[in-house]
């Protein structure tokens, strides 16, 4: 199907009513509001900000300074809500026709396409400028570079075309472990490195299960995520391998003695736990379990629990050392 026909067909599958609002511009002022705020992704923002702020408690060894950590996190969620806006832009016409996505700003006609570009134009400039002066420019030029990846390499380039697009474009996603350890000593560590890689590990396993309760939406339109192309039983063993080596890294941060007791039993517990969640994930792909009875969900509900706990742990461990 060609751009022009899946705008249309994006067009004739909206709501009258939806229609006749953009058309006429009736759109109140309250919902205008909420729109461009859907526009940023908040939810997705929430979970950046949460690898971003403990490292900073770890790089500081202690409670860094406030206004430091106040303007990190301003900076990180303007810079990541204008890569999300920039990526509904590009992506409005197979949102109209996926059915997780088709209440967006851009879809309903709350925004218009030339208003989501430019909002996320401007928030990408307002955040490097904002990084720069009130962080350091070290931090502004990592979440340009994360917002770029994420506009042009996954978005762009790698999402349409491989099934390899969320593995590597989810790079975009590690960075604001290393925006959270710059902002606080301007430079780069092998403890911010490895915080690095288990998000890179994490991130795969984290959206495969997703993947997989909402494969129809992707089928339909075209993007080939690993479990469209892939069975369950092809998409667990990836997500069991990825998930062990995640946990292993995760490891590696005590014996370089960049963490504690703390740290280390969290991330035991709670890698422990993921893992029996990967391997029983394994398990109901191979007895040929499909659809609900595959409960794929319990495992990406547990990713958000699991990645929360332990850079809490991050934060934590410097105090009890």
């Known amino acids: 199907m060609s751009l022009s026909g899946v705008c249309v067909t994006a067009v004739e599958s909206r709501p009258a009513g939806v229609l006749a609002e953009a058309s006429t511009g009736k759109r109140p002022f309250g919902a205008r509001v909420k729109a461009f705020v859907a526009l940023t992704k908040p939810r997705i923002i929430e979970l950046l900000l949460i690898t971003t702020v403990p490292v900073m408690f770890l790089a500081e060894q202690g409670v860094p300074d406030l206004w430091l950590v106040v303007n990190t996190c301003i900076g990180g969620y303007l810079s990541a809500g204008g890569a999300n806006a920039l990526n509904m832009y590009i992506d409005r016409d197979i949102d109209a026709l996926m059915d997780r996505t088709s209440q967006r700003p851009l879809v309903t006609g709350m925004v218009s396409p030339r208003e989501g570009l430019v909002f996320g ?19 502004a030029w990592l979440a340009l570079g994360a917002l770029l990846f994420y506009v042009v390499v996954y978005t762009m380039i790698l999402k349409r075309r491989t099934s390899q697009n969320i593995v590597w474009g989810g790079i975009a996603g590690c960075l604001p472990v290393l925006i959270g350890w710059s902002s606080v000593t301007n430079s780069m560590s092998w403890a911010a490195l490895i915080l690095f890689l288990v998000m890179f590990f994490w991130t795969p396993p984290h959206y495969w299960p997703l993947s997989m309760k909402v494969k129809e939406d992707y ?47 969290v991330a035991l517990a709670a890698g422990g736990w993921w893992l029996w969640e990967a391997h029983a994930l394994l398990n109901r792909a191979k007895a040929g379990e499909t659809g609900a009875k595959l409960k794929e969900m319990r495992l990406f509900h547990w990713s958000i629990t699991y990645v929360s706990l332990l850079f809490v742990a991050v934060a934590v461990d410097p105090f009890l050392r």
């Open 121 to 139: 134009l401007v928030l990408a400039v307002v955040s490097t400028l904002w990084l720069g002066t009130l962080v350091n420019w070290l931090s």
């Open 219 to 265: 089928a339909r339109v075209g993007v080939p995520m690993l479990p469209v192309i892939a069975s369950n039983k092809v998409v667990a063993k990836q997500i069991v391998l990825y998930s062990w080596v995640m946990v292993a890294v995760s490891l590696l941060l005590t014996p370089l003695g960049y963490t504690g007791w703390f740290y280390t039993a």
